[in-house]
């Protein structure tokens, strides 16, 4: 079976990706390597962590990256709504990361290749014993007729859910004290931005790296 690693929300904490990244054993040629969404917002250093997984998509071409709602959210940014939603949300850190690194003018939010790569996100990534993406799935619904909505913004009811989606279901986007390990589910956002773990899982292991 494929070994996978698979990674929690980020949110702008760059040094705790780069020393998460550091301690996995991971070989990036060979492995799948899964990001669940939430990159940037809240954190100090979301500019930095774009940068950094715009050159490992370029690099290798087995990491997957997802989008979470925080990418949607600037998104609608850039296209000019929901402005003040999104910087209520934590956006106003990402806009100042572009501007301290000298990017941000009032032209322009994001280089380029930053807003391809938003483009580029999927809203989830299906193998042949998981489904992930970074919020979770509707009961009783088939995988591709599940709304963007959802798979970007469920919470308490799929957390609560013991549903059977036919695969386990890996996901981010709710904090959780330490990783959520269920017979359906695999939760892995430990909520680095508040001060607590970014976490990786490893598949079909069930191996977890945290810092």
Same mark, same amino acid.
């Given at each position: 079976m494929e070994k996978i690693f698979a990674i929690g929300d980020i949110h702008g904490c760059f040094d705790k990706l780069i020393e998460l990244m550091d301690i996995i054993d991971i070989d990036l040629d060979k492995h799948r390597l899964i990001f669940l969404g939430d990159y940037i917002d809240r954190g100090p250093d979301s500019y930095n962590v774009m940068e950094y997984l715009i050159e490992l998509k370029n690099r290798h071409a087995n990491t997957i990256f997802l989008k979470g709602n925080h990418e949607e959210m600037l998104e609608n940014y850039i296209a000019g709504t929901e402005r003040l939603a999104y910087l209520a949300n934590g956006g106003h850190t990402t806009v100042d990361s572009y501007i301290n690194a000298g990017i941000t003018s009032k032209k322009n939010l994001l280089p380029e290749d930053h807003v391809n790569f938003l483009k580029s996100l999927d809203l989830f990534y299906e193998t042949d014993n998981y489904i992930f993406v970074h919020a979770g799935l509707r009961d009783k619904v088939p995988l591709h007729k599940q709304v963007p909505e959802? !798979?970007?913004?469920?919470?308490?009811?799929?957390?609560?859910s013991s549903y059977d989606f036919g695969k386990r279901i890996v996901?981010?986007?709710?904090? !959780?004290?330490?990783?959520l390990v269920q017979s359906n589910k695999i939760g892995i956002d430990t909520g680095a931005v508040y001060g607590k773990k970014l976490t990786c899982v490893e598949l079909p292991e069930l191996n977890f790296y945290s810092v």
């Amino acid at each position: 079976m494929e070994k996978i690693f698979a990674i929690g929300d980020i949110h702008g904490c760059f040094d705790k990706l780069i020393e998460l990244m550091d301690i996995i054993d991971i070989d990036l040629d060979k492995h799948r390597l899964i990001f669940l969404g939430d990159y940037i917002d809240r954190g100090p250093d979301s500019y930095n962590v774009m940068e950094y997984l715009i050159e490992l998509k370029n690099r290798h071409a087995n990491t997957i990256f997802l989008k979470g709602n925080h990418e949607e959210m600037l998104e609608n940014y850039i296209a000019g709504t929901e402005r003040l939603a999104y910087l209520a949300n934590g956006g106003h850190t990402t806009v100042d990361s572009y501007i301290n690194a000298g990017i941000t003018s009032k032209k322009n939010l994001l280089p380029e290749d930053h807003v391809n790569f938003l483009k580029s996100l999927d809203l989830f990534y299906e193998t042949d014993n998981y489904i992930f993406v970074h919020a979770g799935l509707r009961d009783k619904v088939p995988l591709h007729k599940q709304v963007p909505e959802d !798979l970007l913004w469920i919470r308490r009811s799929f957390i609560k859910s013991s549903y059977d989606f036919g695969k386990r279901i890996v996901f981010g986007h709710t904090p !959780l004290p330490e990783p959520l390990v269920q017979s359906n589910k695999i939760g892995i956002d430990t909520g680095a931005v508040y001060g607590k773990k970014l976490t990786c899982v490893e598949l079909p292991e069930l191996n977890f790296y945290s810092v």
